[in-house]
């Protein structure tokens, strides 16, 4: 029996795996879909043209850097949706709005003006009864001190020049948000109590959770 019957995990299920930078959404994403048999929709960042001149001048490229995000993001939702699911998905949309965008503007690295100009339009695209929400929201968390770790050792070199401050204003973030989020069923999973790198066991854990956690919110799949 295939894992995805083994858990009762619907063949056409999107799940979108979300948290703070470097909590390892990717890693979770392709381990998720392989054992699923599942496709992937990865946020792309090598071949973002924003994110290098965002961390050089946050004030200057925000609006475009999340301008763009919606953009990738809505074409990835509509590529889920169109396939008929069957998805696990790096990163929310949801995040953008409620983490990113939100704090740029109260920390005054994004123009009020704009922030209102993409909020609107953010709203009129997704919060509307025609967006396809997805089945799960895997939130990962972990603390601040693991995850800076990750972030040091992946080495990304725009987030090496940025701030300790950064990610420990987002990680504070993230911690509010999720406890307000309701845009789908949450299932939250610690760092420190599955590693999937290391104990490759961890993942039918997971897997049992979330077919339990389905089955349990199967009133959302209408
Ligand atoms: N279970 C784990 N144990 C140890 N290291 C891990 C684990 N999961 C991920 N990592 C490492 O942590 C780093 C960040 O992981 P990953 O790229 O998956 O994070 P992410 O949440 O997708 O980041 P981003 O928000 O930037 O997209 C990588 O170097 C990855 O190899
Ligand atoms: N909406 C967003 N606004 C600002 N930054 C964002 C957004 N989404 C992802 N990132 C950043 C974090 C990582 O450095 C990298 C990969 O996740 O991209």
Redesign the pocket.
């Known amino acids: 029996m295939n894992l995805r019957d083994k858990y009762g995990i619907p063949h056409d299920a999107v799940i979108t ?1 979300a ?12 381990t998720l879909a392989e054992a699923l048999d599942f496709k992937t929709s990865f ?1 792309k ?1 090598d071949t973002n043209p924003y994110l290098d001149r965002f961390y050089d001048d946050f004030s200057k490229w925000s609006f475009h850097l999340q301008i763009y995000f919606l953009a990738e993001r809505f074409k990835e939702q509509k590529r889920m949706f169109e396939y008929g699911g069957g998805f696990i998905q ?2 929310s949309i949801y995040e953008d709005t409620g983490i990113f965008a939100r704090m740029h503007k109260e920390k005054g690295t994004m123009d009020p003006v704009d922030y209102e100009t993409y909020t609107s339009l953010f709203d009129a695209m997704v919060m509307t009864p025609y967006f396809p929400h997805p089945d799960l929201l895997i939130y ?1 968390e972990g603390s601040l001190e693991s995850i800076i770790g ?2 040091q ?4 070199p725009m ?1 090496q020049q940025t701030p300790i401050t950064y990610w420990e204003e987002m990680h504070g973030r993230y911690e509010d948000w999720i406890d307000n989020f309701n845009g789908c069923p949450v299932l939250r999973l610690n ?1 420190n109590d ?5 104990r490759p066991e961890d993942v039918e854990k997971i897997l049992d959770r979330i077919g339990s956690h389905l089955t349990k919110t199967a009133v959302y799949r209408g």
């Open positions: 795996i948290g703070t930078v470097g909590v390892g959404k990717s890693t979770m994403t392709k946020e960042v790096d990163r990962l990750r972030i050792e992946r080495g990304r987030e760092i599955y590693d999937i790198v290391k």
